[in-house]
């Protein structure tokens, strides 16, 4: 027979298509930190355009943006043309851009960059994720609804060693996934016989119904006149789920289907892409703020790699390394934040040579913000924060 810890270790990897019971812990802290991941390899000269640097238009001669044609940031950088919620946001100083965000020896691979990324330990690993592990150190005691991830499936981020993560995907229609060997035993209602391993299966499955009842009502009663634009990633969600009150400090979406590997025919599809993000996440903000919750929400935007600096003979771009990484909202102090890559000192293979870890940006989300002191525990190691929130 398996034992309780085994099942545990079992669990803790599936994820509960519905939220943990409705249990109003008081909680660790009243600020709310949203992570964005942009999947598929976001191509960064494209988004945050170097129009004042002669080389990035004899690297790309098709597929760069002329200046005229991008969103003003700068004399030296303007944004893609379909970044109008970003510049919203830049404009009102409620977003920093923090560029040339990588590792050293990344990987090309989808799979394997993003395994790095989720678990903030390249080419290394972790069995837990770095959205999990800041969980477990804020604290080790189980809270319901602690930690929430807003997809089909559990992304390895939130992978919590103390922290069941909640996973839910359509708020109408949810279902309790498990092991065949284990559903039965989930669904029974167990008399208290004593048994430890029973009562800790039957528990996840309450919690399971009553949180599903707990996330139906707050999207039932969610209403909203602003607009997230084409593709909310998710975020309408989200933003029911803060403004219901659920005690949730960290919440997790995915643009799906890695949907920015932008081989071929890029410009078109690449500024459409940026532009459902970026009118998502300026959305979201101004439907928070407009809820009163402005003040004590910050949202973190990446990739898993950038894009090869010359563009291919596709007129798209193959994978490469480093990229920008954002973070907006109102506790945000707007600005560029890290050394632009220089694009005459390319790598062998014609990459951007990565001048910000990207561990820092998380380091700077978890001290300046959601857990200060608790960086260096999350990432098993000392990366400096950027100075990115107002004190």
Same mark, same amino acid.
């Given at each position: 027979?398996?034992?309780?810890?085994?099942?545990?270790?079992?669990?803790?990897?599936?994820?509960?298509?519905?939220?943990?019971?409705?249990?109003?812990?008081?909680?660790?802290?009243?600020?709310?930190?949203?992570?964005?991941?942009?999947?598929?390899?976001?191509?960064?000269?494209?988004?945050?355009?170097?129009?004042?640097?002669?080389?990035?238009?004899?690297?790309?001669?098709?597929?760069?943006?002329?200046?005229?044609?991008?969103?003003?940031?700068?004399?030296?950088?303007?944004?893609?043309?379909?970044?109008?919620?970003?510049?919203?946001? =830049?404009?009102?100083?409620?977003?920093?851009?923090?560029?040339?965000?990588?590792?050293?020896?990344?990987?090309?691979?989808?799979?394997?960059?993003?395994?790095?990324?989720?678990?903030?330990?390249?080419?290394?690993?972790?069995?837990?994720?770095?959205?999990?592990?800041?969980?477990?150190?804020?604290?080790?005691?189980?809270?319901?609804?602690?930690?929430?991830?807003?997809?089909?499936?559990?992304?390895?981020?939130?992978?919590?060693?103390?922290?069941?993560?909640?996973?839910?995907?359509?708020?109408?229609?949810?279902?309790?996934?498990?092991?065949?060997?284990?559903?039965?035993?989930?669904?029974?209602?167990?008399?208290?016989?004593?048994?430890?391993?029973?009562?800790?299966?039957?528990?996840?499955?309450?919690?399971?119904?009553?949180?599903?009842?707990?996330?139906?009502?707050?999207?039932?009663?969610?209403?909203?006149?602003?607009?997230?634009?084409?593709?909310?990633?998710?975020?309408?969600?989200?933003?029911?789920?803060?403004?219901?009150?659920?005690?949730?400090?960290?919440?997790?979406?995915?643009?799906?289907?890695?949907?920015?590997?932008?081989?071929?025919?890029?410009?078109?599809?690449?500024?459409?892409?940026?532009?459902?993000?970026?009118?998502?996440?300026?959305?979201?903000?101004?439907?928070?703020?407009?809820?009163?919750?402005?003040?004590?929400?910050?949202?973190?935007?990446?990739?898993?790699?950038?894009?090869?600096?010359?563009?291919?003979?596709?007129?798209?771009?193959?994978?490469?390394?480093?990229?920008?990484?954002?973070?907006?909202?109102?506790?945000?102090?707007?600005?560029?934040?890290?050394?632009?890559?220089?694009?005459?000192?390319?790598?062998?293979?014609?990459?951007?040579?990565?001048?910000?870890?990207?561990?820092?940006?998380?380091?700077?989300?978890?001290?300046? =913000?959601?857990?200060?002191?608790?960086?260096?525990?999350?990432?098993?190691?000392?990366?400096?924060?950027?100075?990115?929130?107002?004190?």
């Amino acid at each position: 027979m398996p034992t309780r810890r085994s099942l545990i270790q079992t669990f803790s990897a599936l994820p509960l298509t519905g939220l943990a019971s409705l249990t109003h812990a008081q909680a660790i802290t009243d600020r709310v930190l949203v992570i964005v991941e942009l999947s598929g390899g976001n191509d960064g000269l494209n988004t945050i355009v170097p129009h004042g640097d002669d080389t990035y238009y004899s690297l790309r001669p098709n597929i760069a943006i002329h200046r005229k044609d991008t969103l003003p940031i700068d004399d030296h950088f303007g944004f893609n043309p379909g970044m109008l919620g970003f510049k919203r946001l =830049w404009e009102t100083g409620d977003l920093a851009i923090v560029h040339g965000c990588g590792y050293a020896q990344p990987s090309y691979s989808h799979f394997t960059s993003m395994a790095y990324w989720h678990t903030a330990a390249p080419n290394t690993g972790n069995e837990y994720g770095w959205v999990g592990r800041l969980a477990d150190a804020m604290t080790t005691e189980q809270h319901p609804n602690f930690l929430i991830n807003v997809g089909a499936r559990q992304s390895l981020a939130v992978k919590s060693k103390y922290h069941q993560p909640i996973v839910f995907d359509d708020p109408n229609r949810f279902e309790r996934r498990a092991l065949a060997a284990a559903r039965d035993t989930m669904a029974y209602q167990h008399p208290k016989t004593g048994n430890s391993t029973q009562q800790f299966l039957h528990n996840v499955a309450q919690s399971a119904k009553d949180g599903s009842k707990l996330i139906q009502e707050a999207w039932s009663r969610y209403e909203s006149n602003v607009d997230y634009g084409i593709a909310p990633i998710d975020l309408p969600k989200v933003a029911a789920c803060i403004d219901a009150g659920l005690p949730t400090p960290l919440y997790y979406v995915t643009f799906r289907n890695n949907a920015f590997d932008t081989h071929v025919e890029q410009p078109n599809l690449h500024r459409r892409l940026l532009s459902y993000a970026c009118d998502a996440i300026h959305g979201f903000l101004r439907d928070i703020d407009a809820m009163g919750h402005g003040d004590r929400v910050a949202v973190l935007a990446f990739s898993e790699f950038g894009r090869r600096a010359p563009e291919n003979s596709n007129l798209g771009t193959d994978h490469g390394a480093a990229g920008p990484m954002f973070l907006a909202g109102k506790p945000i102090v707007g600005g560029h934040y890290g050394m632009p890559p220089a694009l005459t000192n390319l790598t062998e293979d014609d990459n951007l040579k990565h001048t910000t870890d990207f561990r820092n940006v998380y380091a700077t989300a978890i001290d300046e =913000w959601i857990a200060p002191g608790k960086a260096a525990q999350v990432l098993n190691g000392n990366y400096p924060s950027l100075g990115i929130f107002s004190a």
